[in-house]
């Protein structure tokens, strides 16, 4: 049997010879105590799948002083349509935003300023 992290040729009790893995504790995943969770500055990466589909949800967080932030981005049964739809929906929004919405703002509270100084100097 193989090492699943490294490839190399388990020993006869499952214990890799290379990088020292544990064949019956590999794969499995253990969850932080309260106190190692609070401890912990580094980046956590969890996975949730659904059978051979692949992962179902992907969630990255990182802790910041007290708190925690982060971002989860969700998967579950869209196909690719549906993301490239997705896609195309915010690049529309944001289109809007930026060359339509923006500008126009940009426009009226310039246009308020002029009014309001031209307004102040003749009166």
């Not at 992907?58 to 708190?67: D, W």
């Not at 579950?76 to 935003?97: E, P, R, Y």
Request: aromatic fraction near 14%; charged fraction near 15%; charge should be neutral.
């Amino acid at each position: 049997m193989r090492c699943e992290r490294c490839g190399a040729e388990l020993s006869e009790n499952g214990y890799c010879p290379v990088c020292g893995a544990d064949s019956a504790n590999e794969g499995h995943v253990q969850v932080l105590s309260r106190a190692e969770r609070n401890a912990y500055t580094g980046i956590t990466i969890e996975e949730g799948t659904t059978g051979d589909t692949g992962p179902s949800d992907v969630r990255f967080e990182r802790r910041k002083g007290n708190g925690w932030s982060g971002f989860s981005y969700m998967t579950n049964g869209v196909s690719w349509q549906g993301k490239l739809t997705m896609i195309l929906v915010v690049a529309a929004i944001l289109f809007f935003v930026f060359f339509i919405a923006l500008p126009v703002a940009i426009v009226a509270i310039l246009f308020s300023i002029v009014s309001w100084f031209l307004y102040r100097l003749l009166y």
